[in-house]
């Protein structure tokens, strides 16, 4: 039976698939396809690895101290019970066999559709051998991880082929963390659909630079949705449509090739200059995670990049830091690949909703920090570990040998930090000088991105020679909601006001004193905001790269000086919906004016 699941719209358009339902602590587990001649091979995989494992359990066993409670070894009898039952093996083999899972997606998928038979027992005892059943899965995974690695895996940075003939998939999870999002760079899903999270929270941002449909803080999607079900995502409206009827696929089929055939129309305008209709030339820079990321910004018609996230170099590592040499190099690479346009590169944004991955050394202080958003994130732990800082600061200035770096500084909100980061800067340059190593002048920036620093942002100013504004976290913390928890997403709301007023405040503020100022945010991106920005004097503008030509085509069509004229009636407006309402009149009757001119 067809039915909808609500949840935020966060990556435009539509996918069409079906479920493969990943529990959180699994998606980090490889996913690919394998060929049919490799079929055989991988399921021998799995068994050498349930061979290791009842080894292990046996052993452990044998060895329990005679001491040792009773229940113990029951618990080892249920564990081997539960590895060599078919329906956890058997059942696994099957999943490869079909559907041509590597071994270790087979057994996840596996897994989720046990545990929910589980969650259903009437039982509690036998609803308790859940938790029985994922230790013995988390062990086979170990062995298999410990065992010959599958020499049929894609190589790092290659797309995984298509399984020819199969259906297209598309991953439900309770939550995929940032760090988890990257491996889906390279993966076979062509949507994403999670219980929690909000619009700007990272993993929603990770979805939409990769443009794939996204729908988040679905609540209870991961729950409701089976493993297999075939679901429409509507990432425009947030709606997911579970076992969709012959009518609505055929509707959402439709959208889908509409839906292409306007992105290759804007794709069009790559080349194009993004020029307003009274002449003010604007600036459309991309956003990237990775250094690789530099090619679909330079096919996509970016003049530079904006913010070049350098926290994502230091995830997936398993507690270790990238040294001096290995940013350096992937910095270099950005560099080069963008031809001589401005890098970007901000300093790590580690903590809040983007920590550094489980097994970190840092795990403790992130895990346990009673209010991440508000704790030590940002410049914040950069200050905190100042020879990770020092080294991070060395490798950025080194790439600006290769081509023009700038550097940016997230979330400072004191002074004091301004005074820190200029002093580790100095040191950084005189090492360098000392030991030999080439660097050039690099532009030095402000993220504007908390209350304190867009209200006292003259002296700021003073210290720094450009800003962005990173208008994610400025929404967060002006109106004091996480931009990752769904339950008050409802209230992240950026025609807010108090919002509007610091962004037209800010960017005021840094033209008048001849500073550059930029939009870095989501808001950047979002074609519902551009007319507005221009008028508020904004002419340069960072967002992922799949949102540059949406964007210059409304440049393109936007007369930045008439609409202005309308500015005052959007920032006096006293409420969220009357500012939008104000924005959309003075839209229309921009519009109407150019009606008059033309005539
Ligand atoms: C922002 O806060 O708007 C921003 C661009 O930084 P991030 O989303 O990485 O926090
Ligand atoms: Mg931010």
Same mark, same amino acid.
């Given at each position: 039976?067809?039915?909808?699941?609500?949840?935020?719209?966060?990556?435009?358009?539509?996918?069409?698939?079906?479920?493969?339902?990943?529990?959180?602590?699994?998606?980090?587990?490889?996913?690919?396809?394998?060929?049919?001649?490799?079929?055989?091979?991988?399921?021998?995989?799995?068994?050498?690895?349930?061979?290791?494992?009842?080894?292990?359990?046996?052993?452990?066993?044998?060895?329990?101290?005679?001491?040792?409670?009773?229940?113990?070894?029951?618990?080892?009898?249920?564990?081997?019970?539960?590895?060599?039952?078919?329906?956890?093996?058997?059942?696994?083999?099957?999943?490869?066999?079909?559907?041509?899972?590597?071994?270790?997606?087979?057994?996840?998928?596996?897994?989720?559709?046990?545990?929910?038979?589980?969650?259903?027992?009437?039982?509690?005892?036998?609803?308790?051998?859940?938790?029985?059943?994922?230790?013995?899965?988390?062990?086979?995974?170990?062995?298999?991880?410990?065992?010959?690695?599958?020499?049929?895996?894609?190589?790092?940075?290659? !797309?995984?082929?298509?399984?020819?003939?199969?259906?297209?998939?598309?991953?439900?999870?309770?939550?995929?963390?940032?760090?988890?999002?990257?491996?889906?760079?390279?993966?076979?899903?062509?949507?994403?659909?999670?219980? =929690?999270?909000?619009?700007?929270?990272?993993?929603?941002?990770?979805?939409?630079?990769?443009?794939?449909?996204?729908?988040?803080? !679905?609540?209870?999607?991961?729950?409701?949705?089976?493993?297999?079900?075939?679901?429409?995502?509507?990432?425009?409206?947030?709606?997911?449509?579970?076992?969709?009827?012959?009518?609505?696929?055929?509707?959402?089929?439709?959208?889908?090739?509409?839906?292409?055939?306007?992105?290759?129309?804007?794709?069009?305008?790559?080349?194009?200059?993004?020029?307003?209709?009274?002449?003010?030339?604007?600036?459309?820079?991309?956003?990237?995670?990775?250094?690789?990321?530099?090619?679909?910004?330079?096919?996509?018609? !970016?003049?530079?990049?904006?913010?070049?996230?350098?926290?994502?170099?230091?995830?997936?590592?398993?507690?270790?830091?990238?040294?001096?040499?290995?940013?350096?190099?992937?910095?270099?690479?950005?560099?080069?690949?963008? @031809?001589?346009?401005?890098?970007?590169?901000?300093? =790590?944004?580690?903590?809040? +909703?983007?920590?550094?991955?489980?097994?970190?050394?840092?795990?403790?202080?992130?895990?346990?920090?009673?209010?991440?958003?508000?704790?030590?994130?940002?410049?914040?732990?950069?200050?905190?570990?100042?020879?990770?800082?020092?080294?991070?600061?060395?490798?950025?200035?080194?790439?600006?040998?290769?081509?023009?770096?700038?550097?940016?500084?997230?979330?400072?909100?004191?002074?004091?930090?301004?005074?820190?980061?200029?002093?580790?800067?100095?040191?950084?340059?005189?090492?360098?000088?000392?030991?030999? @190593?080439?660097?050039?002048?690099?532009?030095?920036?402000?993220?504007?991105?908390?209350?304190?620093?867009?209200?006292?942002?003259?002296?700021?100013?003073?210290?720094?020679?450009?800003?962005?504004?990173?208008?994610?976290?400025?929404?967060?913390?002006?109106?004091?909601?996480?931009?990752?928890?769904?339950?008050?997403?409802?209230?992240?709301?950026?025609?807010?006001?108090? =919002?509007?007023?610091?962004?037209?405040?800010?960017?005021?503020?840094?033209?008048?004193?001849?500073?550059?100022?930029?939009?870095?945010?989501?808001?950047?991106?979002?074609?519902?905001?551009?007319?507005?920005?221009?008028?508020?004097?904004?002419?340069?503008?960072?967002?992922?790269?799949?949102?540059?030509?949406?964007?210059?085509?409304?440049?393109?069509?936007? +007369?930045?000086?008439?609409?202005?004229?309308?500015?005052?009636?959007?920032?006096?407006?006293?409420?969220?919906?009357?500012?939008?309402?104000?924005?959309?009149?003075?839209?229309?009757?921009?519009?109407?004016?150019?009606?008059?001119?033309?005539?």
């Amino acid at each position: 039976m067809s039915f909808q699941v609500f949840g935020l719209p966060v990556s435009r358009g539509v996918a069409i698939g079906r479920a493969v339902l990943v529990a959180s602590s699994r998606v980090d587990v490889a996913h690919y396809f394998i060929d049919e001649d490799r079929v055989e091979p991988e399921i021998a995989r799995l068994r050498t690895a349930r061979d290791a494992v009842a080894s292990e359990l046996t052993a452990l066993q044998r060895d329990l101290p005679a001491e040792a409670p009773a229940e113990l070894s029951a618990l080892l009898d249920v564990h081997l019970m539960l590895l060599h039952d078919d329906a956890l093996t058997g059942a696994t083999k099957q999943w490869i066999h079909e559907r041509h899972y590597n071994a270790e997606w087979a057994l996840s998928a596996q897994l989720e559709v046990l545990a929910r038979q589980f969650d259903e027992m009437e039982d509690e005892y036998l609803r308790e051998r859940k938790a029985d059943l994922e230790q013995v899965v988390e062990r086979l995974l170990r062995a298999m991880a410990r065992g010959p690695a599958s020499s049929f895996a894609p190589a790092p940075g290659v !797309a995984p082929r298509d399984f020819a003939g199969e259906d297209p998939l598309v991953l439900v999870a309770n939550d995929i963390a940032p760090a988890d999002m990257l491996q889906f760079k390279r993966s076979v899903f062509t949507g994403f659909i999670t219980d =929690v999270g909000g619009k700007t929270s990272h993993t929603a941002i990770v979805a939409r630079s990769m443009d794939i449909p996204a729908v988040v803080g !679905a609540r209870e999607a991961s729950r409701i949705i089976r493993q297999d079900d075939w679901l429409v995502i509507d990432g425009d409206a947030g709606i997911v449509i579970v076992d969709p009827s012959a009518i609505v696929l055929e509707e959402y089929r439709f959208r889908q090739r509409q839906s292409t055939l306007g992105r290759e129309r804007l794709a069009r305008l790559r080349h194009t200059p993004a020029v307003t209709l009274d002449g003010e030339r604007v600036e459309l820079l991309a956003n990237i995670e990775m250094p690789s990321d530099a090619v679909a910004a330079l096919e996509a018609g !970016a003049v530079g990049v904006g913010l070049f996230r350098s926290e994502f170099l230091f995830m997936n590592r398993n507690g270790e830091l990238p040294g001096e040499d290995e940013q350096f190099e992937a910095y270099r690479m950005a560099v080069e690949a963008m @031809k001589g346009l401005p890098v970007t590169i901000r300093t =790590v944004d580690i903590g809040a +909703d983007k920590p550094l991955d489980r097994m970190s050394a840092n795990e403790l202080r992130h895990e346990h920090a009673l209010n991440p958003a508000l704790g030590l994130r940002a410049i914040r732990w950069s200050l905190s570990e100042p020879g990770m800082f020092r080294q991070q600061l060395r490798a950025i200035l080194r790439a600006s040998a290769y081509g023009k770096v700038k550097l940016l500084i997230p979330m400072v909100a004191h002074l004091s930090e301004v005074k820190a980061t200029l002093e580790a800067l100095a040191r950084a340059r005189q090492q360098l000088t000392e030991a030999g @190593k080439a660097f050039t002048q690099v532009e030095i920036g402000a993220m504007i991105e908390v209350p304190a620093s867009a209200l006292m942002l003259p002296a700021f100013l003073r210290h720094f020679d450009f800003v962005s504004v990173g208008t994610n976290d400025l929404i967060q913390y002006t109106l004091a909601i996480d931009r990752a928890d769904e339950a008050v997403a409802h209230l992240y709301d950026p025609w807010h006001p108090a =919002v509007l007023g610091l962004l037209a405040r800010v960017i005021a503020q840094a033209r008048a004193a001849g500073k550059q100022v930029s939009v870095c945010g989501e808001m950047a991106g979002d074609p519902e905001f551009t007319e507005l920005l221009l008028a508020m004097g904004l002419r340069s503008l960072s967002m992922h790269p799949s949102q540059i030509a949406a964007i210059k085509q409304r440049v393109l069509r936007t +007369d930045a000086k008439r609409w202005s004229a309308h500015l005052e009636r959007v920032l006096t407006a006293d409420d969220p919906q009357l500012a939008a309402m104000a924005a959309a009149r003075a839209l229309s009757s921009a519009q109407r004016d150019d009606l008059v001119l033309d005539s």
